[in-house]
């Protein structure tokens, strides 16, 4: 079994752990070397992690996140319970006393932001030091194999304020006795420790950046991010994305049960259900009206579709525009009234279409202008909601993402269902 | 105009380009020195992009397709006109000869294959150089100001095949004496130049890279792709299957007008008006049942909502895993088979609900069976209608992930009320 494991590669080895049982997982990570096996578990899928982090002595996990990534150890001590992260932590002290601490500061900040995300361990220079300098200090950082994937070396003052950036680079193109402080990089993007994830995704992205310096509330250099935590976090929030468009859980994309994708997708279906009991009350409500024209009960699922699909489409607008920073609070009611322009356009042309339909079908303009009119109406009652909902939460600092889906569909449908039984059975009193 | 905009940024000028007409996009392009423009360019959302190129005379935008890196030059080229393109291309075979054709070769490739994303610029090295060699070529390099981001030194053989990688630090760390082939990296990942992006994507994601080569069938070096691509192609990707799931266009996540906006979420809208005059015919047909028991017709919005949800949660779980290479074909029938498990486990925990609330609702156990035995058929058939439209549409080579969205709801509705409504028809007719 070791020596099968040892020739494969750690990556691929985590790629197969999904499909083993929680034994044969920690199987597989005890029979690997220390140095294997940590990055297995850094790179395995999340439900791979719980079963490993669950069934493993906290002695050996303990050793196992001293040797990964602080970024990625924190990862891993951020889904445990607090008096299990104490033990382990614990563990950890015994064999390296500084790690321990470094783990506990990352611990503080929230999983979704830059100091979630960070690294601390990073090279720094002063600016008053020469490129020589800065050489010597990679070359050991370099043996003593601490640091990966060094992009750029960090300027700070004596304060360890951050005052630029060294790219690599620098050190191959300049003469040893340059003083870092006059070749250094000092138009440079950094982020606030509290800054959240997507935020920084964004900034990365738009500047095409290798690696970001996190600062503190006094600029002091606290850690970085690189790119590859980026695409991480940026692979992170379009799986939570479509998963909340799509009602199923961001594990779903990962892991393999059967029975954990029902759990997992059965309460979504059952807010369907909900939702779709509460239409069947309220068509109930409306009998009277449809024992008198049962061809209203025919445009139930236009109604329905149609206010489920506005919504949606405006909410997955709002939402990706909220994530990546694009919509200040200043611009709220000029989003609203932009998505309700589109909304009374968008709705004058289905509902022209459908009142044309329904008259040539039925042969009663005053019917096919009823289901228009209602059909109108639904389309920007279902835009205001869809826009609204996402910044309401966002507002609420709750995920405006959890908006879209089943949440705006079925309350879309309910509302959309009153509005049309309601002008219909209004329609009728007077006309019929 | 153009002090100040020398002032600020060019990446914030691409950003601030989409709040301004198309006359004044031009005018900010033409007001600034040719290399900030072209950055300004190549960062622009695309809907300005397309302004400005169907604005400028071609002879500017040679020379500002000519500063661009040559992967952002080609993008913008690709969504020209053939013959606009040869236009341009003849605008910059004036300037500079070679760099015409490198654009040319580069053209031949899908926009969304690895050809498509990458830069040929990229320094090599041959393995029976020294470290003194490839460090006087970057050198080289970078005073001449021609190729970013350099993290590795592609190594060759004579005939211009792949055979390793040298990383910027081998030239701090090695003397200048040892050869090439001695400290290279030889366990690294390349893709072919056929490759899907998104799989692209998914290699560099799993084992952390920064940059990738990109070689030809004969593992010959053609190219390079750096994360700040990869960046890109994810963030692209998620829009579009947020847009397809959303039923709104990918333009709709960067560009502003209202008229363009509708012009795009219409099209969607219209599906879903369709779908409802479908459904809408479907009951029609069975008039005489719905007169019988009226309260059929409070069912609809249930067996509605709940095929959409169910259906698009398997389209979204399988659009996912067909996108980042998850399924072989070989596994297709396992994954149907998985998809229809839960299907079975939902349908059975939902319709025992429901059959339980109608039941209690209507006093009529009878009719309380047959709407669950109705609400689990059409979950069941949901669920199979949303695992398998993406993977035939991924069979014919068509974006699976159009199925998500509008579609599969549409279809679902359809299939669903014709199941509904045939089951209780047969029922009427053997118990009522």
Chains 1, 2 share one sequence.
Request: glycine share 6%; net charge negative; proline share 3%.
């Amino acid at each position: 079994m070791k020596i099968f494991l040892s020739t494969i590669e750690p990556v691929r080895i985590a790629d197969a752990l999904k499909f083993l049982s929680e034994e044969e997982k920690v199987i597989v990570i005890n029979s690997l070397p220390l140095d294997s096996a940590s990055v297995v578990l850094g790179e395995t899928d999340e439900q791979s992690q719980e079963d490993i982090v669950e069934e493993l002595e906290s002695e050996k996990l303990g050793q196992l996140l001293d040797e990964m990534d602080s970024d990625d150890a924190v990862d891993i001590l951020d889904d445990l319970e607090p008096d299990d992260q104490e033990e382990i932590l614990a563990e950890i002290d015994k064999s390296s006393k500084g790690r321990a601490d470094v783990l506990r500061d990352l611990l503080q900040y929230p999983e979704d932001t830059a100091g979630g995300i960070m690294a601390p361990e990073l090279l720094t220079v002063y600016q008053c030091q020469t490129i020589g300098d800065a050489l010597s200090l990679f070359k050991e950082a370099n043996e003593n194999d601490k640091i990966e994937d060094i992009h750029n070396i960090f300027v700070v003052d004596k304060h360890h304020i951050l005052c630029g950036l060294l790219p690599l680079k620098s050190l191959i193109i300049y003469s040893n006795r340059k003083l870092v402080k006059d070749v250094m990089n000092s138009d440079y993007q950094y982020v606030p420790v509290e800054e959240d994830q997507e935020v920084v995704a964004h900034i990365v992205r738009k500047y095409d950046l290798y690696s970001i310096p996190v600062v503190d509330g006094d600029k002091k250099l606290v850690g970085r991010i690189t790119a590859d935590d980026i695409l991480d976090v940026i692979d992170e929030e379009a799986i939570e994305d479509m998963s909340h468009i799509a009602g199923v859980t961001q594990e779903e994309f990962t892991e393999e049960s059967v029975l954990r994708s029902v759990r997992n997708r059965v309460p979504w279906l059952l807010i369907g259900l909900f939702g779709g009991i509460v239409s069947a009350t309220i068509i109930n409500f409306f009998e009277d009206s449809l024992k008198l024209i049962l061809a209203l009960a025919f445009f139930v699922p236009v109604v329905t579709a149609m206010g489920g699909n506005a919504g949606v489409q405006s909410s997955a607008i709002i939402v990706k525009r909220l994530a990546t920073g694009d919509i200040h609070p200043q611009y709220l009611l000029s989003r609203l009234s932009r998505e309700i322009q589109i909304a009374f356009l968008n709705g004058l042309i289905c509902s022209t279409f459908l009142t044309l339909i329904v008259t040539l079908w039925r042969g009663d303009f005053l019917f096919g202008f009823l289901i228009g009119l209602a059909l109108f109406l639904v389309i920007l009652i279902a835009t205001v909601v869809g826009t609204s909902v996402p910044l309401i939460l966002k507002s609420l600092d709750i995920d405006p993402a959890i908006a879209m889906g089943p949440f705006v569909t079925t309350s879309n449908d309910v509302v959309g269902l009153m509005l049309y039984l309601g002008i219909a059975s209004l329609f009728i009193k007077f006309f019929y």
